[in-house]
């Protein structure tokens, strides 16, 4: 069925493709916030046969975040076009018409892997190991170092924070989401959001694009170490690009189970080499805040998807599980608060 | 617990003849799911008995000490009024888990603003009298959430969760 929808839409995007086929559908697991599909894709223009791999991502009926597609598309696409690894962006549809639901697709950048757990055990990366830790760092501060301005980011991301307001827009921006996703009393991250209110970092040294899911697990990347596609844009903001080194740095993604930086890094090694790279200095501070704050950000996340199945509106047991993660998080937030 | 471990197998079982990567995935999350419900079902209802209790305890001293404190503070009378709702209900005798859930959901409403007026009056001398209670508060949650661990335990926090029961082992 949905290789028939499919193949229709395509055959719909490229007139001027004859014998459209489609094939391999199979949905990807992971990806909380919106189904991921990817499929084959034949057809002939001329007397030339194509084919191409693509990655559906389509909205699902409830999910963890309720962001907008389009923005993810675009930042993506921006992305792309200004030399960041990120898959190639391919059509953005806003209707349900085609496939039940809005969705987007871009193609498929194969011969990668995503998994944390690969890249940190599994011997046929232990080469890669050394060159994905710095790709890390350089795209990175690749990210951070885009004109947002020449791209055109605000027109659709909204106008850039003043530097002194960036980490109060996201503190009431992850205020709400708890105010109108929590299901039940919250006390530690009710007193953390008010700790952050009063212990604001310095201001932003530079506005830059914040990707905002930034963190080992969240790109592809190959046996030789190169990061071919930074994934998972859909939180991207104008912003302190601090936010993005604090992200990266969570307890959550220290998948070695001990303090390395997404487990393939030391963490001081981490913040010299995005110093090196950017001119940006790292101020503990300002690292402090923002950890702390991403530790909120992701409890905010998972009660969203908490009150979405709560509520029926999805039975994904991914949602189900990352919920009963909050207690490791509030955890985290009171080491952070040093209470 | 019999029904439980009944379901996982039949997760299990059925994760096995799903050929998809996807269905196995979901077989896998259902499964996880189900041994969480299996670790927190035996005691579910003694740990609300304690935790209610403690909190009680804990939040009968709130009210006492937020007499002796100025009265201006905006947070204040919301929680009073959220201390009386809470403390006014005895534990009695009925245990069943959705009424001891509501209990529990109050006292934890009151310790949410408690805890808020704490971080926002921190450091003024006024206030003082809260901070021991602040520090037991605090306590209290991190005794909660490390016992929330159970399947994170084997995903990516062992040493750090080792760590944490070992000091809140020592810890009187």
Redesign the interface.
């Given at each position: 069925m949905l290789e028939e929808e499919l193949a229709r839409y395509l055959a719909h995007r490229l007139p001027s493709a004859r014998q459209v086929t489609v094939s391999n559908v199979f949905r990807i697991p992971g990806g909380a916030s919106r189904e991921t599909w990817s499929f084959d894709a034949r057809w002939w223009e001329g007397d030339r046969e194509v084919s191409q791999g693509f990655i559906l991502r389509r909205d699902p009926p409830a999910s963890l975040l309720t962001t907008e597609r389009d923005i993810e598309f675009q930042v993506m696409n921006a992305a792309h076009l200004a030399g960041i690894p990120v898959p190639r962006m391919r059509w953005l549809e806003p209707e349900g018409k085609w496939l039940q639901r809005p969705f987007f697709i871009m193609e498929r950048i194969d011969g990668c892997e995503t998994s944390p757990q690969l890249l940190i055990s599994d011997p046929r990366f232990e080469g890669a190991r050394p060159r994905v830790a710095r790709r890390f760092v350089e795209v990175l501060a690749a990210i951070h170092s885009l004109d947002w301005k020449a791209l055109g980011l605000e027109s659709f991301l909204g106008p850039a924070p003043s530097p002194d307001q960036c980490a109060l827009q996201e503190i009431e921006k992850w205020g709400q989401v708890i105010d109108r996703d929590a299901l039940e009393p919250q006390p530690v991250l009710r007193a953390a959001l008010c700790w952050l209110r009063r212990h604001l970092p310095p201001p932003a040294q530079r506005i830059t694009l914040v990707h905002a899911d930034y963190r080992v697990g969240n790109f592809l990347y190959d046996q030789e170490g190169e990061i071919r596609g930074v994934l998972d844009w859909e939180m991207a903001h104008l912003g302190d690009p601090i936010e993005d080194v604090a992200w990266a740095c969570l307890q959550s993604w220290c998948w070695a189970g001990d303090e390395r930086m997404g487990g393939i890094m030391g963490r001081d090694e981490f913040l010299h080499m995005y110093e090196e790279a950017t001119g940006i200095r790292v101020d503990p501070q300002a690292l402090h805040f923002w950890e702390l704050l991403g530790n909120v950000k992701l409890a905010a996340i998972f009660l969203t998807g908490a009150r979405s199945l709560a509520e029926g509106k999805t039975r994904e047991p991914i949602l189900a599980m990352v919920a009963r993660g909050n207690p490791r998080l509030e955890l985290e937030i009171m080491r952070l608060m040093g209470v | 617990m019999e029904l439980v471990r009944l379901l996982e197998s039949v997760v299990l079982e059925l994760g096995q003849e799903v050929p998809?990567?996807?269905g196995?995935?979901?077989a896998q999350?259902?499964f996880?799911?189900l041994e969480?419900v299996a670790a927190e079902l035996d005691e579910a209802v003694h740990c609300l008995y304690h935790d209610i209790q403690e909190l009680r305890g804990l939040l009968a001293q709130v009210q006492e000490a937020i007499a002796r404190i100025p009265q201006d503070h905006p947070r204040i009378a919301s929680l009073q009024q959220r201390l009386e709702e809470a403390l006014n209900e005895e534990i009695g005798h009925d245990l069943h888990l959705h009424r001891l859930e509501g209990l529990h959901?109050r006292l934890?409403?009151a310790?949410?603003v408690?805890?808020?007026l704490?971080?926002?009056v921190?450091g003024d001398p006024r206030y003082e009298p809260l901070m021991p209670l602040?520090?037991a508060?605090?306590a209290h949650?991190?005794r909660?959430?490390?016992?929330?661990?159970?399947?994170?335990d084997a995903l990516?926090?062992?040493?750090?969760?080792l760590k944490?029961r070992e000091a809140l082992a020592h810890k009187p």
């Open positions: - | 998809s990567l996807y196995k995935a979901q999350f259902a996880m799911l969480t959901r934890m409403g310790l949410e408690f805890l808020c704490c971080e926002e921190m602040r520090a508060a605090y949650l991190r909660v959430a490390v016992r929330g661990w159970t399947f994170w990516s926090f062992r040493e750090r969760i944490e």
